[in-house]
Every structure is written in structure tokens, then in C-alpha cells.
């Protein structure tokens, strides 16, 4: 097993530059996840560390040694891809041996290490269907199993859950990081879906075009967003971003309300907020905004209220379902945590 | 009532369509089963079936030896063909190169030249490369108007295959000869096929670069053979044998497109509907 490291890479396509000198340490055993909109270059890191596509300039390291110009093969990594990619022609067995066959690897240990990866993802006794034969989260698998038997230092996965079912999905990411447990790889993993991220990552990349917007384990991305591109990425509902001026202390909302803000800095900026850090209250509290509920979403085991202060400006919150809930039209009192404000500059960089 | 109408219209154009296309090779096999002057008379039954015309074919010249030719000559053609289109397929479809398109387009110009234009100079050609008179020359000239069409379908093939299996196959540490030949070929089948057939067909038909090509008898390809049946003087066109020998050699066709007829059908059509 082994780490990978970034050092100042860049990739230009044609004139445009996709990935903009991207420094990165991915620690031995660690599975990071490159997370951002479509876009913005995530695929194509992963691209980069396999091989698949050369770098313009940069250099990249796994397992401390240069791989930069080398084959995909002689890098150590396997990759999964989003489309499963499995040879139609050939049965799961001979998709998850052919690698070996061809590399040379005896037939006996072939066999020995195509059924003990099998019966770690729980395919043995699917081996001999065709992929056509097989269902999404099934070939999956065999896909999966297929980047594992080559035992290699580096896992790279590629969106590897999107082309299934929500149920499957779920239960497909809790086997990956059981087997990350497992086998203590390396692993890298491409999504566009931030829940997938917070669920599965030891640590978060999230890009935006071609740059790191910000890297850092799921709890502190969520807590302390170093930007609010990051702040509205993460995190669903998305955060409530509300244009304030702050003065004294204190951020005057668009509607004349007031909050107050632990900086002495002042003037314009953004205010964020997440749905969950807002509480219905009674009116007239301190620090409490009164506004009128648009529509209730209903999720079950919560519900969200979006509603508008007296200027118009929406806010989502999120409600707990077994207390009572307000009605469509009904004026309200909403009491922002203190504790969890978020201000971000004109630049949307972090003030507070 | 408008339903049964169109159906019965449907049969009748399907009807005329049928005559139409098999007519030829009905009257063609009726007439070899004729001989002496009742070959000149029309008939659209047969009237007497007489296989002297089957017998006298082997007699009169080296026909056994002209079918083994043409077999000869077709299949190399085809084997070389897709061998060829098959490489060059995964060159144009899948590498990217600057030129690719104009290659490709140079290589659909070559089949646009009428044989004819380009006979004199292949002439010299085979000439300078001793093979005049050889069935290998046959082959070489063959290849002019087989290669564009399998290249160019191979190709469009290729290029429709997902590009994941290929880079699935190279993160497996495939070669770019494994990925072509125990990859790529083995889902490109039903197109392998389709073409093949169709340049078997194409070598095994050609008339005029195996007129101009071969000298002797012995080198000769079926169609010329036939072309040159003659009878016992130079006022006597022998039709009997004629239609017999062209009978013969249409047999090994249609039970080739029968065999592969489903396979066929799926190369003609794969592609076009995902899935």
C-alpha cells in the first residue's frame, strides 16, 4: 500500500486549463474523496493518477516514486468505473482473471485469488454469468472484484455508484467502506454527490474549477466551510445565504433585522445559515426574525419550512417532525444558533 | 376491409419484388437443364431436365481447378481484408493522430475510381512484383476495393464501442494487440462477418482484374472461366454449360449468406439501436 502525492499538477485541454496546479498529500491508507460540481475537474484528477490522461506539467508521486510518465499498468492503481465497463464477452470469472491471465500470473494462483475476492464481495456464485446476466449492483461487484484482485496500492473510483438505484446505492457505499476497513487501501473516490462524500470520506477534496476549494475531514467542511462555495455545497437542504451589512457587531439583514456576529470587522458580506441551525422561537426573543411560512416539506423523519422574512428573503428550516409544525401562510419566529453563523466576504471567503 | 387490402397489396408488391430479383438465376437454372436446340426455345417450365451440360463443365476445361482458385483467391482476400481493416480500424476509431481524418477519407477515395481507370497502372504493378499470371496478383488487386468498405466499417464499429472497456482493458495491463484481438474482435463479431461476406462476395465475383490479370487456364477465377466456356466452334455459344457452371458457382454463396444469416442481420443493424 502506499500514498500518492499531487505536486503543482496541471492539465490543459487545448487552451483551457481543467486542472490548475493542484498540490495534494494522499496519506497511505487514507480514502479521500474528490467531491464537487460537474465540471470542475474531479474526474479528471483521478484520470491523471491512473494514467489515463498526462499530465501537462507537475509531477506525480505513489508510493514515493515518480510515476508521472508511466503506463497505467506499471502505476499500481486499478480503477472502477462508472459505466461498470466490464467485457461483455466474457463471464464475471474470466472479467476478474483476464488482467492476470495476460500479465503472465499462474494459472493456479489466478484461480486461488479470483475465488477469495469473489467470496469477499459475494459474487461466487455468479462467476459464470455473462455481465448481461447480471444486475446493476452485480456488475458492480464484479467490477469492484475486478480492481481488486490485481492487488494494487492505489483504489481509484469513478463515480462508481451512479448508475444505481438509491436503495443500492446505500447499501453498495457501506460495502466500500467496509472493504476500504478491510483491506487498508489507499483509495481515491470521484462523486458529484456530497452525501456519498460526508458518508464515505476520511478526508474531502472539494474542487471547483480545477482548484481546491477546500480539503478537510466531512465534519469540518460541514462546520466550518472555508468558503461559501463550500458552505453551499455541503450539506442538504442547502445553507441559507442572506447579503448583510455588518456593523459593530452586529449583520443587518435586507429585512432591518438584526443578528449579532462575534468580528469587528464591518461592511458588506454574506451571511450563512444552515436549515438545521434555525429554531422556531416566540416573538420578540432576542436575536429572533419573524417571517411567514411558504410551504412545508414533509421528509419524515423531519420537515423542512421554507419561509420569508418581511423583505421577501427566503430561509429554509429545518423542523423536527414530532413537534408541531406550523401551517402554509402562518407568521413565525425563526432564531438562527448564534454559534453556527457563518460571514463570508464579497471574495466568499471566511470571515467568521 | 382497408386492412386486408394493403396486406393483399403488401404480398403483391413483395410478390412482384421476388420475381423480380430471382427470375435471372430461375431462368439461368432452367436453361442448364436444357441442351441441344431447346436452348433457344423460351420456356418458363421446365420441360425435361438433362445434367449433360453438369457433366461436360468438368470435362471440357479445368473447372474443378477454377472453383479451387476462386475459392482460394476470395477467401485470402477475406482473411487479409479484415486482418488489415481490423488493426487499421482500431488506429482510425480509437487513436487519436493528426491526419486521421483525412486518411480516412483518402482511403474511402480509392474505392471511387472505376476499376478500369486504375487497370493499367495495377498492370504494371503486378508486373514489377512477378505476379502476373498468379493468383497471389488477384489477391493484391482485390484488396483496392475490399479495404475501403471494411476499414470503413470496422471503424464506424470501433469507434462506437465504449471507450471504458478500452481503458478498463489498459488498466488491466492489456496490450494494444490483446485489447484489439481479445477485446475489441471478439464484440465486433456480427460486423466482422457482415463485412467478410460481403468482401467474399465482391473477390468471388470479379471479372475484369481476373481477365486482365491471369493468362492460363489454370490461374483463372470462375467468372472468367465461365466468361470464356466456348464450344465446338466459334459460331457456338454453349448456354447449356454456360448456365450450368454459373449455377454451380452461385450455390457457394447462398449457403454462405444462409449460414451466417443471423449473425448477418445483427451486423447490419448493431449499432444503430443501443443495446
Known amino acids: ?48 493518477i491512473a494514467g489515463l490522461e498526462e499530465v501537462t506539467s507537475g509531477t506525480i508521486w505513489i508510493g514515493g516514486k515518480d510515476v508521472t510518465h508511466l503506463p497505467p499498468a506499471r502505476r499500481g492503481v ?44 459475494q459474487i461466487g456464485g455468479l462467476l459464470h454469468r455473462k455481465p448481461r446476466e447480471l444486475s446493476g449492483g452485480q456488475r458492480q461487484r464484479v467490477a469492484i472484484a475486478r480492481a481488486i484482485v490485481r492487488e494494487p496500492q492505489v483504489f481509484l473510483f469513478d463515480e462508481p455508484l451512479s448508475n444505481l438505484d438509491a436503495a443500492l446505492r446505500a447499501q453498495t457505499r457501506l460495502e466500500i467502506a467496509r472493504l476500504h476497513d478491510e483491506l487498508k487501501a489507499t483509495m481515491i473516490y470521484v462523486t458529484h454527490d456530497q452525501l456519498e462524500a460526508m458518508t464515505l470520506a476520511d478526508r474531502i477534496v472539494l474542487l471547483n474549477a480545477g482548484r481546491i476549494e477546500q480539503a478537510g475531514q466531512p465534519t ?10 463550500a458552505a453551499e455545497f455541503i450539506g442538504s437542504p442547502k445553507m441559507n445565504i442572506v447579503p448583510v451589512q455588518v456593523e459593530a457587531g452586529e449583520a443587518i439583514l435586507p ?35 419573524s417571517a411567514r411560512v411558504l410551504h412545508v416539506e414533509e421528509l419524515g423523519e423531519s420537515r423542512i419550512i421554507h419561509a420569508a422574512l418581511r423583505n421577501g428573503t427566503a430561509l429554509a428550516v429545518r423542523h423536527p417532525a414530532d413537534s408541531p409544525t406550523p401551517r402554509k401562510g402562518e407568521e413565525i419566529a425563526l432564531r438562527p444558533d448564534p454559534d453556527r453563523l457563518h460571514l463570508f466576504n464579497r471574495d466568499g471567503l471566511r470571515m467568521l | 376491409m382497408r386492412r386486408v387490402l394493403s396486406g393483399a397489396g403488401l404480398a403483391i408488391a413483395c410478390i412482384a419484388l421476388a420475381v423480380f430479383l430471382l427470375f435471372p438465376l430461375y431462368y439461368a437454372v432452367l436453361t442448364s437443364f436444357k441442351s441441344g436446340s431447346e436452348l433457344f426455345r423460351v420456356d418458363y417450365w421446365p420441360t425435361e431436365i438433362d445434367l449433360s451440360s453438369y457433366v461436360r463443365i468438368w470435362q471440357e476445361q479445368p473447372f474443378a481447378r ?47 475510381f472505376p476499376q478500369v481507370a486504375v487497370l493499367s497502372g495495377l498492370f504494371e504493378v ?42 478498463a482493458a489498459i488498466m488491466d495491463g492489456l496490450s494494444p494487440f490483446v485489447i484489439v484481438t481479445r477485446v475489441f474482435m471478439p464484440l465486433m463479431g456480427p460486423a466482422m462477418v457482415a463485412t467478410g461476406l460481403l468482401a467474399f462476395i465482391a473477390a468471388w465475383n470479379e471479372f475484369l482484374f481476373a481477365l486482365t490479370f491471369t493468362l492460363s487456364n489454370e490461374q483463372r477465377t470462375v467468372p472468367v472461366a465461365i466468361a470464356l466456356i466456348t464450344g465446338a466452334s466459334e459460331y457456338e455459344l454453349p448456354w447449356g454449360n454456360i448456365m450450368a457452371a454459373s449455377v454451380i458457382v452461385t450455390v457457394p454463396l447462398i449457403a454462405l449468406v444462409l449460414a451466417f444469416q443471423r449473425r448477418l442481420v445483427a451486423g447490419l443493424t448493431a449499432g444503430a439501436v443501443k443495446g
Open chain 2, 66 to 112: 477454377n472453383i479451387l482458385n476462386s475459392v482460394l483467391v476470395a477467401t485470402s482476400v477475406v482473411i487479409l481484408s479484415l486482418a488489415l481493416a481490423l488493426t487499421a480500424a482500431f488506429a482510425l476509431g480509437r487513436v487519436r493522430f493528426r491526419g486521421r481524418k483525412f486518411l480516412l477519407y483518402t482511403i474511402l477515395g480509392v474505392s471511387m
Open chain 1, 78 to 121: 486499478s480503477m472502477v468505473f462508472q459505466s461498470y465497463a466490464l467485457y461483455p464477452h466474457m463471464d464475471a470469472y474470466k472479467n476478474i482473471a483476464f488482467g492476470l491471465q495476460m500479465s503472465g500470473t499462474g494459472g493456479e494462483t489466478v484461480d486461488q485469488r479470483v475465488r477469495r475476492v469473489a467470496d469477499m464481495l
Open chain 1, 220 to 229: 469540518e467542511l460541514y462546520r466550518r466551510p472555508a468558503t461559501r462555495f
Open chain 1, 255 to 289: 429585512s432591518g433585522d438584526r443578528l449579532q456576529v462575534a468580528t469587528q470587522r464591518g461592511g458588506p458580506a454574506d451571511l450563512g445559515v444552515r436549515p438545521e441551525n434555525i429554531a422556531l422561537t416566540r416573538a420578540g426573543e432576542p436575536n429572533a426574525l
Open chain 2, 126 to 167: 503486378i508486373r514489377v512484383l512477378g505476379l502476373y499470371n498468379n493468383l497471389g496478383g488477384l489477391i493484391l488487386s482485390y484488396m483496392i476495393f475490399t479495404l475501403p468498405f471494411t476499414v470503413w466499417v470496422l471503424t464506424t464499429f470501433m469507434r462506437d464501442l465504449p471507450v471504458e472497456i478500452e481503458e
Open chain 1, 1 to 48: 500500500m502506499a500514498g500518492v502525492r499531487l505536486d503543482n499538477v496541471t492539465k490543459r485541454f487545448g487552451g483551457t486549463e481543467v486542472i490548475r496546479s493542484i498540490d495534494l498529500d494522499i496519506a497511505d491508507g487514507e480514502l479521500l474523496v474528490f467531491v464537487g460540481p460537474s465540471g470542475c475537474g474531479k474526474s479528471t484528477i483521478l484520470r491523471l
